[in-house]
């Protein structure tokens, strides 16, 4: 009797579970399907019904998309950004491995020091202003380094991988260490081929702020051929006049709802197409790092 009481308690948590996943799928799944229609909508179409969540596939137009990828300025925001992702991750992970592997080691001189200093400014911010300060100071605005170094190391992301390195079987380190081998070597031939799942995550969690990078941009970017994507998408979506983006005219074979669809499908599409391909590490990589053992 307890037993079939269990499974059928098994059975209704794992449907409850499945139509709660299912609705926030179709949350999320809805604006951007409304997004992809509008950008493939033609021009003629604007005015009529049929301008909505559905369009036949051999109705679609891509006029849009040519426009915006034709202009100097789309292509530019797209260099910019993919500059500041690829440039950012990378600093942000030669800054918080190493930083990550020394916290996760017991017999570092002063731990328990360098991790109080780690968690003050994680709970206690400085500030707008004095930040902005030091980035004049050190010269940085106008430039990508003024997005990429005010957040070299995440506390959080360094937190989840220190619990992951500290998760890690100590006699595999101390094995190394006997035959000889330095904190790098550890770190290089043994700890990090073990860690693909949160370095991964991690990597993906900083690339997305970066591609995201929209406050930091307004504030330190003045020179608009420095500005990302996500500036130009908010320039786009306020824009009273589209010849500023696109070569939009009388004649133009594409909506101005369709341009402004298509910049917003554009710009997300980056990280929708890498995150299925290491969505099984993420989710390791974040149940490991965040529970340890």
């Known amino acids: 009797m307890n037993t079939k009481t269990k499974s059928w308690d098994d059975?209704?948590?794992?449907?409850?579970?499945?139509?709660?996943?299912?609705?926030?799928?179709?949350?999320?799944?809805i604006p951007m399907w409304?997004?992809?229609?509008?950008?493939?909508?033609?021009?003629?179409?604007?005015?009529?019904?049929?301008?909505?969540?559905?369009?036949?596939p051999w109705q679609w137009s891509v006029e849009a998309y040519k426009q915006l990828i034709s202009h100097p300025s789309f292509l530019r925001a797209?260099?910019?950004?993919?500059?500041i992702t690829l440039g950012g991750m990378t600093i942000n992970m030669l800054?918080?491995?190493?930083?990550?592997?020394?916290?996760?080691?017991?017999?570092?001189?002063?731990?328990?020091?360098?991790?109080?200093?780690?968690?003050?400014?994680?709970?206690?911010?400085?500030?707008?202003?004095?930040?902005?300060?030091?980035?004049q100071r050190l010269d940085l605005i106008d430039t990508y380094w003024a997005v990429i170094l005010p957040g070299g190391i995440n506390i959080y992301n360094l937190l989840v991988m220190k619990s992951f390195f500290e998760g890690l079987p100590d006699?595999?380190?101390?094995?190394?260490?006997?035959?000889?081998?330095?904190?790098?070597?550890?770190?290089?031939?043994?700890v990090l081929p073990l860690s693909k799942p949160i370095l991964l995550t991690v990597s993906l969690w900083y690339a997305v702020g970066h591609w995201n990078e929209f406050f930091n941009a307004i504030l330190y970017l003045n020179d608009a051929k420095l500005q990302p994507l996500p500036i130009l998408l908010r320039n786009i979506l306020l824009a009273a006049n589209m010849n500023e983006y696109v070569e939009y005219d009388a004649f133009?074979?594409?909506?101005?709802?369709?341009?402004?669809?298509?910049?917003?499908?554009?710009t997300m599409l980056p990280m929708v197409i890498?995150?299925?391909w290491i969505?099984?590490?993420?989710?390791?990589?974040?149940?490991?790092g965040g529970v340890k053992s």
């Open 11 to 29: 059975v209704l948590f794992q449907i409850l579970v499945n139509g709660l996943l299912l609705s926030i799928l179709i949350i999320v799944i």
């Open 34 to 56: 409304k997004v992809l229609m509008m950008s493939v909508t033609p021009l003629n179409f604007i005015d009529t019904k049929t301008f909505g969540l559905w369009l036949a």
């Open 78 to 83: 797209t260099a910019n950004s993919s500059i």
């Open 95 to 135: 800054l918080t491995v190493p930083f990550a592997y020394a916290l996760s080691n017991p017999r570092l001189p002063g731990r328990k020091f360098f991790i109080t200093m780690v968690m003050i400014p994680f709970l206690f911010n400085a500030g707008l202003i004095p930040t902005y300060l030091v980035v």
């Open 171 to 190: 006699e595999l380190k101390e094995a190394a260490r006997l035959d000889g081998a330095n904190e790098f070597q550890v770190l290089w031939y043994v």
């Open 252 to 266: 133009s074979s594409a909506s101005v709802q369709a341009i402004k669809a298509a910049s917003v499908f554009l």
């Open 274 to 276: 890498i995150y299925p």
């Open 279 to 288: 969505q099984k590490y993420f989710t390791k990589g974040t149940l490991l």
